[in-house]
């Protein structure tokens, strides 16, 4: 089955903790995206990528990093910077950044302990 | 700033009822207007999407309905099912110009019988 696998499915990190998220995709897409969803807020941009060795900081970045060595995966870390890092983190991938449809995983709920 | 603006936040309808979410947005360079469903726990799936050069797009029992000159479209859902319970949201993008989506906070659908 082709599709984007999160993992974990559920995360906690503790204070002063670095966290990382896996993404990865057997769609052969080159563009990823990392949005963040809370309740009420919908969904929000943090970084993407639309090849690999590149990517752009989306309208949330601060305190995210995100890395892009393989076309198949697009990690990304949640540093101890950010605050407010209990959120649904959803990955996403598209065929090109000028093929429309989103393809999403199923999501990392991460929670501070 | 927020690019996409969706109305209600929730909504309840009744059985075989019909659904009505909108959105209104500013940038009128947006070219490409899609809905995503997302059901508790999972990631969004694209629905139904529309480009500005049509005022209505129809797929089974999902409709979009476009004014360019308002800058709105809206989702309408005819005979509402349990089943189409989830939360929607509308997006937008400048294609031609290889944006990611933007999206709207969502919209939390119940479908009671």
């Known amino acids: 089955d082709g599709g984007i696998t999160q993992s974990p499915k559920y995360l906690f990190r503790k204070e002063g903790q670095n966290v990382t998220l896996s993404c990865e995709q057997n769609?052969?897409?080159?563009?990823m995206y990392w949005y963040r969803q809370d309740p009420g807020q919908g969904l929000r941009l943090i970084y993407y990528?639309?090849?690999?060795?590149?990517?752009q900081k989306g309208d949330i970045a601060e305190g995210y990093s995100v890395s892009r060595e393989k076309k198949e995966s697009f990690p990304l870390t949640v540093t101890s910077a950010q605050k407010n890092p209990t959120a649904f983190y959803l990955c996403?991938?598209?065929?090109?950044?000028?093929?429309?449809?989103?393809?999403f995983g199923s999501g990392t709920q991460l929670s501070v302990l | 700033q927020q690019q996409v603006k969706q109305s209600p936040q929730s909504l309840i309808v009744q059985k075989g009822g019909i659904s009505i979410i909108n959105c209104a947005y500013e940038?009128?360079?947006?070219?490409?207007f899609p809905w995503y469903q997302q059901f508790p726990g999972k990631g969004p799936a694209l629905l139904i999407a529309i480009r500005p050069d049509v005022s209505e797009k129809k797929e089974g029992r999902f409709t979009i309905s476009f004014n360019k000159s308002a800058k709105q479209f809206s989702l309408h859902i005819m005979d509402s099912q349990p089943g189409d319970s989830a939360t929607y949201f509308c997006a937008a993008s400048i294609n031609s110009g290889n944006t990611p989506l933007v999206f709207g906070k969502g919209t939390r659908l119940s479908v009671i019988a």
């Open positions: 940038n009128t360079a947006f070219d490409y």
């Open positions: 996403a991938s598209r065929r090109d950044s000028a093929n429309e449809k989103l393809f």
């Open positions: 990528s639309q090849i690999v060795n590149d990517f």
């Open positions: 769609l052969n897409h080159d563009a």
